[in-house]
């Protein structure tokens, strides 16, 4: 049987296109077992290959997990925060949403995005904005490019909010990410959250962009004056499967 694997950001750089295409014969075959093909592909791309994560019907999955033709699977890099479209969309006009979170190449609005958390029976709100910077470690930056896997990248937006739910009842919180090109000083994130008590508000903001960062599939390259680089993770090894126990709170 033939398995197809979508594939993003720099790991689409490596195997020059969006998708791949890995013949088994036909026994079962975990996400380990599918990681390790691919390495055989690509053996300059081992590393890459097997610090990415399996995600299978829109969702991470173990390397144990087992892997069908019916199966939607992707291998999804480390992440870095950011937003972003599939590869083989990019220049396309998107747009789309799940409950108050949103990912579109479209410019963000925070007012739109703070309205989404208003609540006459919250005294706090706090909206987190993010921007292209100019300077990042001494290197002048022309500007961000964002890649997402879109339809996931709502889930685990939508996974964000719960999980702020279950921890401080009552919150309310709102994210939209841009995707594509994102120039100096334009926004990429806006991040907006209500509670009833400023104390939660400030915490659940914070706990918000850590997960965001954690588990949203959203990839970042940073473009430079004389080149370009795909970022991952800035704070150690990735994985999204991970307690969340440590993330703020």
């Given at each position: 049987?033939?398995?197809?694997?979508?594939?993003?950001a720099?790991?689409?750089?490596?195997?020059?296109?969006?998708?791949?295409?890995?013949?088994t014969?036909?026994?079962?075959?975990?996400?380990?077992?599918?990681?390790?093909?691919?390495?055989?592909?690509?053996?300059e791309?081992?590393?890459?290959?097997h610090?990415?994560?399996?995600?299978?019907?829109?969702?991470?999955?173990g390397?144990?997990?087992?892997?069908?033709v019916?199966d939607?699977?992707?291998?999804i890099?480390?992440v870095?925060?950011?937003?972003?479209e599939?590869?083989e969309?990019?220049?396309?006009?998107?747009d789309?949403?799940?409950?108050?979170h949103?990912?579109t190449?479209?410019?963000?609005?925070?007012?739109e995005?703070?309205?989404?958390?208003?609540?006459?029976?919250h005294?706090?709100?706090?909206?987190?904005?993010?921007?292209?910077?100019?300077t990042?470690?001494?290197?002048?930056?022309?500007?961000?490019?964002?890649?997402?896997?879109?339809p996931?990248?709502?889930?685990?937006?939508?996974?964000i909010?719960?999980?702020?739910?279950?921890?401080?009842p009552g919150?309310?919180?709102?994210?939209?990410?841009?995707?594509?090109?994102?120039?100096?000083?334009?926004?990429?994130?806006v991040?907006?959250?209500?509670?009833p008590?400023?104390?939660?508000?400030?915490?659940?903001?914070?706990?918000?962009?850590?997960?965001l960062?954690?588990?949203?599939?959203i990839w970042?390259?940073?473009?430079?004056d004389?080149?370009?680089?795909?970022?991952?993770?800035q704070?150690?090894?990735?994985?999204?499967?991970?307690?969340?126990?440590?993330?703020?709170d």
């Amino acid at each position: 049987m033939q398995l197809a694997i979508r594939l993003f950001a720099g790991l689409c750089d490596v195997f020059g296109a969006s998708t791949v295409t890995v013949q088994t014969d036909g026994s079962p075959l975990t996400g380990g077992g599918l990681k390790a093909r691919l390495a055989e592909i690509k053996p300059e791309a081992a590393a890459l290959i097997h610090s990415s994560f399996i995600a299978k019907n829109q969702a991470y999955a173990g390397d144990d997990e087992p892997l069908s033709v019916e199966d939607e699977i992707a291998l999804i890099p480390p992440v870095s925060g950011g937003q972003g479209e599939l590869p083989e969309a990019a220049g396309v006009d998107v747009d789309a949403s799940l409950g108050l979170h949103r990912v579109t190449s479209r410019p963000l609005s925070i007012e739109e995005t703070c309205a989404k958390v208003a609540d006459d029976e919250h005294g706090a709100a706090l909206v987190f904005v993010g921007t292209t910077r100019r300077t990042t470690f001494g290197k002048r930056t022309t500007l961000l490019e964002y890649e997402a896997y879109v339809p996931m990248a709502l889930k685990t937006l939508a996974q964000i909010e719960d999980e702020i739910g279950s921890r401080w009842p009552g919150s309310r919180c709102a994210i939209a990410h841009r995707i594509g090109p994102v120039p100096v000083g334009e926004t990429s994130v806006v991040i907006a959250v209500s509670t009833p008590h400023r104390a939660d508000c400030y915490e659940a903001s914070r706990y918000a962009i850590e997960r965001l960062k954690q588990i949203v599939p959203i990839w970042k390259k940073e473009v430079w004056d004389d080149g370009s680089e795909w970022k991952g993770p800035q704070s150690g090894p990735w994985n999204p499967l991970a307690s969340n126990d440590k993330a703020p709170d």
